[in-house]
C-alpha cells in the first residue's frame, strides 16, 4: 500500500509516519510513506502519474488549504484513492464529505482513532487484493493486476501483468475460493 502524507508541519508528519509504523508493526502490514510538505508538490507528483492508496492530507497548509488540494484530486485529476484529513479543527469536517474523504483525524492525532481508519481503509483495500504470506512478510497483489493461476499438485504459481510469478502452497481450489467474487474463469 502506498501512503502520501502532507503536512507542512514537520513534526505533526513525523507523528502521524510513527503512528502509521506501529500500525503496521501491529497488522503485519507493509506500506511505503511520502512525504510533501506543500499540497501543490502532491498534486504535481499525482498529475505525473504517481499513485496512492492513501493521502493523508492537512487543511491548514500555506500555500493552499488541503480541502482545495483534495478538491482539485478529485475532480482535476480524478484520483479516486482514500483521502484522510488532518486538521486542528472540526470547521472543515462537514466540507470533507464532498469530496468522499475516508476519514477526519482532529490533531493532536491519538492512536485509536488512526487505527480505526487505517482498519476501515485496509478492510477495503483487501477486499481489492489477493494476499498471499511469504514468509513473515504477507503480500497483497490487486486483483486487476493477476493475468492467471496455474496448478501443479499441491503448488500454485500466480502470474502477473508485469511479469512476475509468486508460489502459493495451496491446492487450486482453495484459490479458487478465495477469489470467489473475483472474475476469474477455471478451465482445464
Known amino acids: 500500500m502506498y501512503i502520501a502524507l ?3 508541519n ?3 508528519r513525523e507523528i502521524i509516519r510513527m503512528i502509521l509504523h506501529e500500525y503496521a508493526a501491529q497488522k503485519s502490514f507493509h506500506f ?3 512525504e510533501y510538505d506543500s499540497g501543490i508538490n502532491l498534486i504535481y507528483d499525482i498529475e505525473e502519474g504517481r499513485s496512492f492508496d492513501v493521502v493523508f492530507l492537512d487543511i491548514y497548509m500555506d500555500e493552499i488549504l488541503g480541502i482545495d488540494v483534495a478538491h482539485k484530486l478529485r475532480k482535476k485529476i480524478h484520483y479516486e484513492g482514500n483521502i484522510v484529513f488532518l486538521s486542528a ?3 472543515f469536517a ?3 464529505y464532498e469530496v468522499d474523504a475516508s476519514g477526519y483525524l482532529v490533531k493532536p492525532l491519538n492512536y485509536e482513532k488512526v487505527f480505526a481508519i487505517m482498519d476501515k ?3 477495503s483495500y483487501k477486499s481489492q487484493t489477493y494476499s498471499i504470506r511469504k514468509r513473515s512478510n504477507v503480500v497483497h497483489i490487486p486483483i486487476d493486476e493477476i493475468l492467471y493461476i496455474d496448478s501443479d499438485n499441491n503448488k500454485c504459481t500466480l502470474h502477473r501483468k508485469d511479469g512476475r510469478c509468486y508460489t502459493i502452497y495451496k ?3 482453495e484459490i479458487q ?3 470467489l467474487f473475483s472474475n476469474f474463469l477455471r478451465c482445464h
Do not use: A
Open 6 to 8: 502532507c503536512d507542512d
Open 10 to 12: 514537520q513534526i505533526d
Open 32 to 34: 511505503d510513506i511520502t
Open 89 to 91: 479543527t472540526s470547521k
Open 94 to 96: 462537514v466540507d470533507s
Open 121 to 123: 481503509i485496509l478492510l
Open 171 to 173: 491446492k487450486l481450489d
Open 177 to 179: 475460493e478465495e477469489l
